[in-house]
C-alpha cells in the first residue's frame, strides 16, 4: 500500500477545473482536495459530470482550464498514470487472454505493488483458481471482481472509482468497502462517484456534489 505523505501535502489538490463539451460548460470551476485517509464522495444526477471529472483526472480527458496538483506537484494530464488508479464503469480487460494474464499485462503497462502477486490478489477478490480462465467466460461480476484485483494491485496512492458497486452482488459491496478502508487506512486516498449515501464506503468522507447550483467542496 502507498506510503502516507507529508501532512502538509494532500493527495490531489484540484484549483479551478473547468470542463466544457461542445463549448457548453459541464462543471467547473472546482476547488476541492483529497487527503491521507479520506475519500471524497462524488456526487450528482445524470449529466453532471461525474464521470467525466474522474476521466479528467485519471488524465483521459484534457481538463480545459485549472491545475491538478499530486502530493503537491503539478502533474499534466499524460503523466497522472503513474499517480492515479482508475476504475471505470468498463472493467478494461481483453477477453481473449485469461485472468491471470490480463493483471500480468496491465502490471507491466501501469505497475505493481512489489508486496503482492497475481495469485493472492485473485485470492483477496473471491478469485481464487480462476487465473488461467478467459475473461469472455467470466460473468460481469466476476469482471468486476477482477478490475478490482488489478486495482488491489496497483501502488498509485490514489484511487478513482467511478460506480465501483455496479454489477456486485452484496459480498462483492463488501470487498469494496474492505479494501477501500485498507487502502486509506494505509495513507491512500479516494474519489467515489455514487449516486447515494447508500452507496457509499463507511471510512471517512467529504462531499463534493456536481450540479449547476452546487457549491465546490
Same mark, same amino acid.
Not at 491538478?68 to 478494461?92: F, K
Given at each position: 500500500?502507498?506510503?502516507t ?7 490531489l489538490?484540484?484549483?479551478g ?14 476547488d ?29 480527458l ?10 503537491d ?6 503523466a ?9 464503469h468498463?472493467? *478494461?480487460?481483453?477477453?481473449?487472454l ?5 493483471l ?26 480462476f487465473?488461467?480462465? +478467459? ?26 472509482l467511478?460506480?465501483?458497486?455496479a454489477?456486485?452482488d ?6 469494496v468497502?474492505?479494501?477501500?478502508r485498507?487502502?486509506?487506512?494505509? *495513507? ?25 447550483e452546487a +457549491?465546490?467542496?
Amino acid at each position: 500500500m502507498p506510503d502516507t505523505p507529508s501532512a502538509s501535502a494532500p493527495l490531489l489538490d484540484v484549483r479551478g477545473l473547468r470542463f466544457a463539451r461542445d463549448e457548453m460548460p459541464l462543471f467547473g470551476p472546482l476547488d476541492f482536495r483529497v487527503e491521507a485517509g479520506e475519500a471524497l464522495l462524488v456526487q450528482g444526477g445524470n449529466g453532471a459530470g461525474k464521470t467525466t471529472l474522474l476521466r479528467v483526472l485519471a488524465g483521459l480527458l484534457d481538463g480545459g482550464q485549472g491545475e491538478v496538483r499530486l502530493s503537491d506537484a503539478p502533474v499534466a494530464a499524460a503523466a497522472r498514470a503513474g499517480h492515479v488508479a482508475y476504475l471505470g464503469h468498463l472493467p *478494461g480487460l481483453k477477453v481473449d487472454l485469461s485472468a491471470g494474464e490480463n493483471l500480468d499485462y496491465l502490471c507491466g503497462l501501469l505497475g505493481r505493488r512489489p508486496t503482492l502477486d497475481i495469485d493472492a490478489a485473485l485470492a483477496i477478490v473471491g478469485l481464487a483458481g480462476f487465473d488461467d480462465a +478467459p475473461v469472455r467466460h467470466l460473468s460481469a461480476g466476476q469482471r468486476r471482481r477482477l478490475a478490482l484485483a488489478r486495482l488491489w494491485l496497483s501502488p498509485a496512492p490514489l484511487w478513482l472509482l467511478d460506480e465501483p458497486y455496479a454489477n456486485l452482488d452484496l459480498p462483492g459491496i463488501e470487498l469494496v468497502n474492505r479494501m477501500v478502508r485498507a487502502h486509506l487506512d494505509a *495513507g491512500g486516498g479516494a474519489l467515489v462517484t455514487t449516486h447515494g449515501a447508500y452507496a457509499a464506503p463507511p471510512v471517512r468522507t467529504r462531499l463534493l456534489t456536481l450540479g449547476r447550483e452546487a +457549491p465546490a467542496a
